[in-house]
């Protein structure tokens, strides 16, 4: 019975239009953590928004779920923000012209819950706007471990909102409790988060945002349960590490001048 009402209330931490912050954690020192990155999407007259975060000057790595109901619409990725809605001289907005969604990505279940877009200028560099390490193929993050997830989504379940970036602290968990909840969970490419009292908790709005474990971007911020904020699901970044690797390239190439008009 316990177990058919997880399952049902399934749902998705769906980008959602304005901004608030995460559940049950706090705000934090303005511009400490710059390599986050908001997402305005804009989709006809429609806007949501999600989080995403710097790898380098010219890529930032978010949810595909995010952008996969954009057809003709925008982009624009604000870097060096703490109140998204303030004049901050420490922001920096780029329209992203360019982005990858993984091709295996699905939303039924979320697998492949990953994009990479395409910054064009670069990020310009500086105490304010900064990379974020991710993982090698292989480098796991271990069960317990202690993580932070930040960002602009819901604080609360019914859906209170602030402007300000807020962080939270959650810890890896044994991949065994989302499959037993998550019916599509792969232990291989999601990482299982979350805290056992269900009081914290990444929301809707979060989505796209990092998982930093011991300064690295382990995770991105996927899907979880509306009214059970324990546990949920994070993209592995670890996982998916040759394919941005290999896109990363690719948005190298693009950038090289032209060999036959070159001389
Ligand atoms: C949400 O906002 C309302 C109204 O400002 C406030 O009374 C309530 O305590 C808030 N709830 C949470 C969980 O922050
Ligand atoms: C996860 O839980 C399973 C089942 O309880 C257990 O066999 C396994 O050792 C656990 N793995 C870790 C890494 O704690």
């Not at 001289?89 to 395409?118: A, C, E, M």
């Not at 599509?184 to 009292?197: A, F, L, P, T, W």
């Not at 349960?225 to 592995?236: C, G, H, M, S």
């Amino acid at each position: 019975m316990l177990l058919l009402l997880l399952l049902t209330s399934a749902f998705v931490l769906v980008p959602w239009t304005g901004a608030g912050r995460i559940i049950g954690g706090r705000e934090v020192k303005p511009n400490s953590r710059p390599y986050m990155a908001y997402l305005k999407i804009q989709n006809g007259p429609a806007t949501s928004t999600c989080g995403g975060f710097l790898i380098r000057p010219d890529a930032v790595l978010s949810a595909a779920h995010c952008v996969d109901k954009k057809g003709k619409g925008r982009i624009t990725v604000i870097l060096g923000a703490h109140n998204v809605h303030g004049r901050e001289r420490s922001q920096q907005k780029i329209q992203v012209t360019q982005w990858v969604i993984h091709p295996k990505y699905s939303r039924d279940g979320f697998k492949n819950d990953i994009v990479l877009l395409k910054l064009k200028p670069k990020a310009r560099i500086n105490r304010n706007v900064q990379i974020i390490s991710i993982p090698r193929r292989m480098e796991r993050v271990t069960v317990g471990a202690k993580c932070k997830a930040a960002g602009w989504g819901w604080t609360s379940v019914t859906g209170n909102r602030t402007n300000v970036m807020r962080e939270v602290e959650l810890k890896v968990q044994n991949g065994t409790i989302c499959e037993l909840i998550f019916q599509k969970y792969q232990r291989q490419s999601m990482i299982c988060v979350g805290d056992e009292s269900g009081k914290k908790a990444s929301y809707k709005g979060d989505s796209g945002g990092p998982l930093v474990c011991k300064q690295k971007a382990h995770g991105i911020v996927s899907h979880g349960r509306t009214r059970n904020l324990f546990p949920e699901v994070y993209t592995r970044i670890s996982y998916f590490e040759p394919w941005i690797r290999e896109q990363l390239k690719k948005f190298a190439l693009q950038e090289l001048p032209d060999s036959s008009s070159s001389d």
